[in-house]
């Protein structure tokens, strides 16, 4: 190998060229060097060729080698390394890339930004050295989802905090249907600075909504204490006083009684979106930001109003109040400061910065794959997640507010009287259910009683052979409330008390929403005898829903879970050794597929001479068509003096139902112990 000549400095210094170049090209660390400040690529390793999956950028500016991450806060971060000259290092970032082949795939990198300098000391380019740690942050996750281990002193007192949190945070938000609202709770850093912050949507009739962020001064246990006494304080004045000026008012004078609560600040605001226009304040407070539909920003004017508790909060008689309004389709985010008072960034850094990330976020041009469907959710997901990358010091708390282009429809339905109705039945309410956003266990509970009822309906409405019509409507109320309507023109018969197996339904759908009337409109016209008659039966379900509010720490993702679409339903035998018969069921067992269940499970008992383990792990919904021929089953194993044992999984809905009809089970935490053999 040739040396370096005499005069060749840095090849003195740095080794032979090609031996250099050899190990620049070999190095397993991801390397990348940018030339100017548009920071065009002119060297790359095989290790970047590989985790980008793109060998043919050399010449290319960033930015147009890789459109995608824009908005992603990667071009920002190389423009501020150039312009400040000081190196910037982050861990564990994510970011989505268009690998070739392959598509866009989320990566996550731990890296260093360095600057180049020329012999003059002025810097020409950028060095970037990133390590690939996807495969690491995809196993630490799945360890800790699996993790059962005890916590150590320190994960206990993270956990206190936590659970605190929770407990005085609303862990859900209304669902209404001409409002999105979407809001997530980043808790600080460090257990010891937790507590301040706080977030609220309140339904105040009428379809209007109060939104309310705030934060009490102080950190720790003490200021998580007087945070939830805020929060309750002001949630009791917006339900029972209608002047959003004496609301304040009351709060300021209980602030000012209340040490603990003194200068705390407050953005609160009153939303009616039947005409778009908004009351708001902001004690203290930074102001609202407006997201136009055409991607445009806006802050709303601060109303100039101090802290609670500091003083009078206006100049006049009365707190100082602002209009604004947006309109259909624009969404309006509430925010702590925690979320532009970072690290190393002025506030109007931090404001111009959250412009920009919420209006991406708002027209999914950021991190779109995977992203949450609402404008409300991302917004609320993506400001949180990108701009406490380069980290924080205090609680950050977002909350959007989304007016709808288009109210929530209302679902009608018409079917014949038909088993084959209910599967039309449960799939469009379940489209309509999901399409709310609304928790699982809201969802479940509606769906569960839905399908009692136009169970009763097909089968007790109308005299066998006899056509008939079964209407199902479902509408969402201006206080978040669901009604469901299940409307039938037959003869309503009681449940027989003696009949110990049937009767369930009702029982089972008024246990598990919040109110069930069943009426019997009059005739249009009385009968021949003149006496005043019924015909029909309309039962009118009600249930409050919430949709999720995410509580996180930093290292946590929080999403929402849509309700999962039906398993396909199955009934797997087997018979064991000694005998004993064994049958998993999975799906949905109601008046459509009872029957079939009750045969399988019949068969695998050899017409109930064997006894039978029935797995209903797998089980989705049980509705009473199902308890039936549960009963009937174990009726017959009765017979031949055998037993039937029932394994439900722990909060599900068979165990729901069968300790409602007090049919014996038990409940499995393990749903693999039940299963058939393969």
């Known amino acids: 190998m040739a040396s370096a000549p005499h005069g060749d400095l840095p090849g003195r210094l740095a080794g032979d060229a090609d031996t250099v170049r050899d190990a620049f090209e070999q190095m397993p660390a991801v390397l990348l060097a940018l030339a100017g400040p548009d920071h065009r690529i002119v060297a790359t390793n095989a290790a970047y060729r590989a985790f980008t999956g793109r060998s043919d950028v050399i010449g290319m500016s960033y930015r147009e080698a890789f459109p995608e991450i824009d908005g992603q806060q990667l071009y920002e971060l190389l423009d501020r390394v150039y312009a400040t000259g000081q190196l910037e290092t982050g861990k564990e970032w994510r970011a989505q890339i268009d690998r070739d082949p392959g598509g866009i795939q989320e990566v996550y990198g731990d890296f260093t930004v360095a600057p180049r300098r020329a012999a003059d000391g002025t810097v020409n380019g950028l060095l970037v050295i990133i390590s690939d740690v996807t495969e690491q942050v995809a196993e630490r996750r799945t360890a800790q989802r699996r993790a059962k281990e005890a916590e150590d002193g320190y994960q206990a007192a993270r956990e206190v905090v936590a659970e605190l949190q929770r407990a005085l945070l609303p862990t859900a938000l209304p669902v209404l249907p001409q409002v999105r609202i979407a809001a997530r709770y980043l808790v600080a850093g460090h257990e010891q600075t937790a507590g301040g912050d706080w977030f609220d949507a309140i339904p105040l009739g009428g379809g209007r909504v109060a939104l309310v962020v705030g934060d009490v001064v102080g950190h720790g246990l003490e200021a998580s204490a007087a945070m939830g006494q805020m929060r309750a304080v002001l949630a009791e004045l917006l339900a029972a006083e209608p002047d959003l000026a004496r609301v304040l008012e009351r709060a300021d004078a209980y602030a000012a009684r209340t040490p603990a609560l003194r200068a705390t600040t407050l953005t609160l605001a009153v939303f009616d979106p039947a005409d778009g226009t908004l009351r708001y304040t902001t004690c203290g407070h930074p102001p609202p930001l407006v997201v136009g539909t055409d991607g445009t920003v806006r802050f709303l004017a601060g109303t100039g109003t101090g802290p609670l508790g500091t003083g009078p909060l206006g100049t006049g008689s009365s707190p100082h109040l602002a209009i604004g309004a947006f309109a259909p389709g624009e969404l309006m985010l509430l925010y702590s400061d925690g979320l532009i008072g970072r690290p190393n960034r002025t506030i109007d850094q931090g404001l111009a910065e959250l412009a920009k990330v919420a209006a991406d976020a708002a027209a ?96 007790h409405a109308y005299p066998p052979g006899e056509p008939g ?21 037959g003869n309503w018969r009681r449940p027989d008390a003696l009949d110990a197996d049937r ?20 005739e249009p016209h009385s009968p021949a005898d003149g006496s005043a008659g019924t015909r029909g039966t309309v039962v009118s379900l009600r249930l409050s829903l919430r949709r999720p509010a995410f509580l996180a720490w930093r290292d946590e993702s929080a999403r929402a879970a849509a309700y999962p679409a039906e398993p396909h339903f199955t009934v797997d035998t087997s018979i064991e050794e000694t005998g004993m018969a064994r ?96």
Not at 384 to 413: C, F, I, K, Q, S
Not at 469 to 489: F, S
Not at 506 to 521: E, F, I, K, R, W
């Open 364 to 459: 999914n041009r950021t991190l779109s794959a995977g992203a949450p469907p609402t404008a409300a959710e991302r917004v609320c997901q993506l400001t949180v997640e990108l701009l406490t990358r380069t980290g924080y010091a205090d609680d950050v708390t977002a909350l959007a507010v989304e007016r709808l282009a288009d109210p929530v429809p209302a679902l009608h339905l018409e079917l014949p009287s038909q088993r084959a109705s209910l599967s039309v039945a449960r799939d469009a309410f379940t489209k309509w259910l999901n399409s709310l956003g609304a928790t699982a266990e809201d969802t479940e509970a509606l769906h569960l009683a839905m399908v009692e009822i136009v169970t009763n309906a097909i089968e």
């Open 583 to 678: 049958a998993r069921v999975t799906g949905a067992v109601d008046i459509v597929t009872a029957d079939q269940m009750a045969r399988r499970l019949l068969s695998a008992s050899r017409g109930g001479t064997v006894p039978l383990v029935a797995d209903l792990t797998g089980v989705t919904q049980l509705a009473s068509a199902g308890v039936r021929a549960l009963y009937q089953v174990r009726d017959r194993l009765t017979v031949h003096q055998q037993d039937m044992t029932l394994l439900t999984a722990p909060g599900s809905s068979a165990q729901v139902v069968l300790d409602l009809v007090q049919l014996p089970h038990v409940v499995d935490d393990d749903p693999a112990r039940g299963r058939p053999p393969s």
């Open 469 to 489: 019509i079964v209407v199902l409507d479902a509408t969402l109320a201006d206080d978040g409330k669901v009604e469901c309507r299940i409307t039938d023109h």
């Open 503 to 522: 009767g369930h339904g009702l029982m089972v759908a008024g246990h598990v929403v919040d109110t069930m009337l069943v009426s019997h409109p009059p």
